[in-house]
């Protein structure tokens, strides 16, 4: 009787999980189906989610083809050698090696995290252990992050007559009523100093719709680098130039680009010298704000409400957790549309069988 509970109760959370009548509903629930084990695996390795062929590795069977076999374990499956009976796992140097729940229950967690559904809510509902679930959110963490390094010309931002918004967490101007706020987040050793770049229409700004953004954690020492007594040259620190660097490559020329001076990395005066921008500072724009009803501030206010909360979680992460924070953020805002079909084409391209 327990068993049969257990598994009534598996079978149920086939269909807690979905995604709207998209890629997982049409493609992937049909073949969560108890039965269905065959055509899933078959499945997975037309997707190169699991190896199409594998060889032998002993050394007497000369790299000979292992055999697709049916086997009475959890993956249904096994590969198996003709010669010498060596047997591998079907998972063997794939994104469900080690993970300890059959490939059905994988696939509906890959799903959770593309849902940003917290793991120990996704625990429950599946009815597993949460530290099996963490292992996978992990994993799709580190998928995503090695994605945006990647591919990070994928979140090139404006272009001629565009309106383009620089600012840094923690300082700047990005916090609630910052513009009349003298007191805001101080820094201190553990701040992470993150670079936020958002893509803005002043005039259509809408907090349902966020605005495209690029964050970068801010590697340099802020302390300006040592020059020659000779060189007259005016130096810059060290974050300054990684800030204007980012803002080179992730905006487009033409650009409307709207700086403060308040902040260290991305103020006014460092970002007017790129010349290839029209600079323009909060400070200035500010003065044709109405005194009463501070429109601009509401709006700032507005285009950085999604990137704070980021920024806020990261400040209290590890400096390599806190990068994973940011390529997470930026990855879904991306692929909002259709997630769960692209982190599993970004997991072959991360597990990449050779």
Known sequence: MPNQVKSR??????????????FFDKVVRPMLQQGHEGELCLWLREMSLLRTFTNCPQEDCNGRNLTWRPARIIDKYKWTCTC???VQPIRDHSFFMSIKCDLKMCLQIILAWCQAIPSDITANDLGIK???VKKVYERCGKVVEAYVTRHSEEWILGGPGSIIIVDEFPGGYMSENSLDNTNCRKRNNNSHTILCIAEANLTTIHPAVPPRMWLHMIDANPVPTKIDRNDTTKSKCGMVEEALSEINQHVLPGSYVVANGRARCCNYESVKELKQYAALSVE???KFDSSNRNKFANTLETIWQTGIDVCEEVQDATRSFGQNILATYLWRQRFAISPFQSILTHIVEYYRFT
């Open 284 to 286: 200035y724009l500010q």
């Open 130 to 132: 949460e530290h099996v």
């Open 84 to 86: 010498c009976k060596k």
């Open 9 to 22: 109760d598996k079978n149920c959370t086939i269909d807690r999980f979905g995604d709207h009548g998209g």
